[in-house]
């Protein structure tokens, strides 16, 4: 049974990581995707919209997938329905990123298995923006 890695883990990663790619972020300010990405840019982040359906958020460029795109990448969010997530973790295998995170109510069990060669700590089921305000 996957449980997230612990509270200094994720502090860890949080405090390590300068960039963030924001897998189904939105460009609609109504959207979670948004408020949560908006709230870790202004925490100091830069966020690296992954989204096919839009041109940019956030003031940043947007990219259609992972493998587009052409910065470091330290911690990959993903804002899409659980279904989608070992695809999503596919992608990740082949990026640099330290962290694989699915926002709150978003888990695969395929997941840890995809990633598990990687040196990537994966976090599932959890809101990167509580987070970040309970451990920093």
């Given amino acids: 049974m996957f449980q997230n890695p612990d509270q200094q883990k ?5 405090d390590e990581s300068k960039n963030i790619a924001v897998v189904g972020l939105s460009d609609k300010s109504y959207r ?9 840019q202004q925490a100091g982040y830069k966020i690296i919209p992954v989204n096919p359906e839009i041109d940019s958020a956030l003031g940043e460029k947007a990219y259609s997938s992972l493998s587009e795109v052409e910065e470091p990448v330290d911690i990959i969010n993903v804002f899409r329905r659980s279904e ?3 695809g999503v973790a596919r992608e990740a295998v082949e990026t640099d990123a330290k962290g694989f995170w699915a926002q709150q109510g978003v888990y695969h069990p395929e997941v840890p298995h995809i990633l598990e060669d990687k040196d990537m700590l994966v976090i599932m ?8 305000a309970v451990l920093k």
């Fill in 32 to 40: 979670t995707s948004y408020q949560v990405s908006q709230a870790m």
């Fill in 84 to 86: 989608f997530l070992p």
């Fill in 125 to 132: 089921d959890n809101c990167i923006k509580v987070a970040h």
């Fill in 10 to 14: 994720m502090r860890t990663l949080l």
